[in-house]
């Protein structure tokens, strides 16, 4: 083969990649974590949101999510939802020409460009006909349809939260993405529209909003059907850590949190109101034998599994959050292989629920955990006058804070997307996804109990006891 032809043909080639990459933009996503746990949740719950700030990928998500449902093409990574069959979808904004420059363009390709139909999220080869086009707003569709992997094809209606909520009524629905806040009766219509399919509802936004209706309905109305997640400028590794700085600094002050962190205004206010930066420090990879360690946790009846393994520099009185582990329908086995090998001997406190027995056994869950090899303390956590009052570690968390004597360790992600929307609602705190506040708090309050563990040391479980029968040493 002469040296024009391999030249002629590497051209092609990468015209044919060109093509492929601008026509099957579906191909090319990587979702980030948190983008990859709200599809997941898919699988299990009827409702889902995602709350993230500005750019940081939550339209993406949704259009990407809408893509594979329309198509039927899904991932190998794929944990969500699936259908199998040709399915009847909603995609709804604030406004035409919000849908139109949003959820239309990223799923279609940019609005009033013949050549630019089929460069989004839905390759081109897989619509079947062409839009029908929608009133009052130019360039805009009314439906649009695609040939699903089954062999159906399936539909997609654009509709607007401005066209109020009789206009959304009538017929049922596979799925329908809401990108924006809606307000309580536009969400409270789409739901039903998605109850006699057994479809789903997933929600993508900003939450300028504040402490919203539908927000609320998110985090403090906990149930099977309902899941969030908070995803921040953190996780958005498309914007460089050099720039994360300057875009935060760009915003208003009282939007900073919504639009970098996704997070809403929080009712009567947050349970903490220290900013990061006065909390956070790196990851210590040699932590001093001499600080004294304990495990807090929280057992997850009905929610997730938390840990937080903490270290107390009695020189100095400072607490170090130094390693957290928050886990969803797993096993005792589960959450303590993910403890062994970070915190190995490490005595763990436990409240009082840890007494309950496990339906299936009969076994009281800290004998579960106690049986797998930790070293549980041998009486649920209480502070030294007996009491277990939640309030009482609040304050004394936040007074460590207020006074330099709180650590949290930098890469402890899912701790600080907790201390982020941990807030109270008339006056009590909000139990929605505050496993691991719940787990540090047991651990301030049993802190007295800690032990000088070299971190990492694989003791025999022999070699840990002090007495037969006896597993932890009350000295």
């Known amino acids: 083969m002469s040296d024009t032809q391999k030249l002629t043909d590497l051209v092609a080639t990468l015209e044919t990649l060109a093509l492929r990459r601008r026509t099957r933009a579906i191909d090319f996503f990587n979702p980030y974590p948190k983008q990859e746990q709200f599809f997941a949740a898919g699988a299990t719950h009827r409702e889902r949101l995602l709350m993230a700030g500005n750019q940081q990928g939550k339209s993406y998500a949704g259009a990407y999510e809408t893509a594979c449902h329309l198509t039927g093409e899904y991932p190998d990574w794929w944990k969500g939802r699936r259908f199998s069959h040709a399915p009847r979808g909603w995609a709804a904004g604030e406004s035409g020409s919000v849908v139109r420059n949003v959820s239309q363009a990223k799923l ?15 390759p081109r080869a897989a619509f079947a006909g062409k839009p029908t086009l929608a009133k009052g707003t130019a360039d805009a569709y009314d439906t649009i349809f695609v040939q699903h992997k089954s062999g159906g094809v399936a539909s997609l209606s654009f509709k607007s939260y401005e066209q109020g909520r009789t206009k959304l009524q009538g017929e049922g629905i596979d799925f329908i993405w809401l990108d924006e806040e809606p307000d309580a009766a536009i969400y409270s219509e789409c739901l039903a529209r998605i109850t006699a399919t057994n479809g789903m509802l997933y929600t993508t936004f900003t939450p300028l909003k504040g402490m919203s209706t539908v927000v609320l309905r998110f985090m403090n109305e906990a149930s099977p059907d309902r899941w969030f997640v908070t995803m921040t400028i953190d996780d958005a590794t498309h914007i460089d850590a050099d720039k994360r700085a300057a875009i935060i600094a760009g915003y208003r002050p009282h ?44 057992f997850g009846i009905g929610h997730p599994f938390a840990a937080a393994l903490c270290a107390w520099d009695k020189d100095y009185d400072q607490f170090h959050v130094l390693h957290t582990i928050r886990m969803a329908d797993a096993l005792p086995l589960q ?15 436990w409240p009082r629920d840890g007494t309950n027995r496990d339906p299936g056994s009969g076994t009281p869950l800290m004998a579960r955990y106690k049986a797998q090899g930790l070293t549980m303390m041998p009486d649920p956590a209480t502070w030294p006058d007996g009491s277990v009052s939640t ?36 006056g009590l705190i909000v139990k929605v996804k505050d496993d691991l506040m719940s787990a540090t708090r047991i651990a301030i309050m049993m802190k007295r109990f800690a032990k000088q563990v070299l971190l990492g040391s694989h003791r025999s479980a022999r070699a840990a006891r002090i007495a037969d029968d006896i597993d932890f040493d009350l000295s």
Not at 110 to 117: E, K, L, N, R, T
Not at 270 to 278: C, D, G, R, S
Not at 335 to 349: E, F, L, N, S
């Open 108 to 122: 279609c390709g940019q609005p009033g460009i013949d050549s630019a139909f089929g460069t989004g999220f839905i």
């Open 255 to 298: 939007e900073r949190e919504a639009r970098a962190r996704g997070i809403p205004m929080l009712g009567e206010g947050k349970v903490f109101t220290m900013p990061h930066a006065a909390i956070i420090e790196p990851t210590i990879e040699n932590v001093p034998k001499h600080w004294w360690k304990l495990w807090g946790l929280d």
């Open 335 to 349: 959450h303590t292989a993910a403890m062994k090998p970070v915190g190995y001997g490490v005595p763990c406190a």
């Open 391 to 426: 309030e009482t570690g609040i304050m004394e968390m936040q007074e460590r804070m207020e006074t330099n004597r709180f650590k949290v360790a930098a890469h402890c992600k899912d701790w600080f997307e907790e201390y982020d929307i941990y807030h109270r609602d008339k």
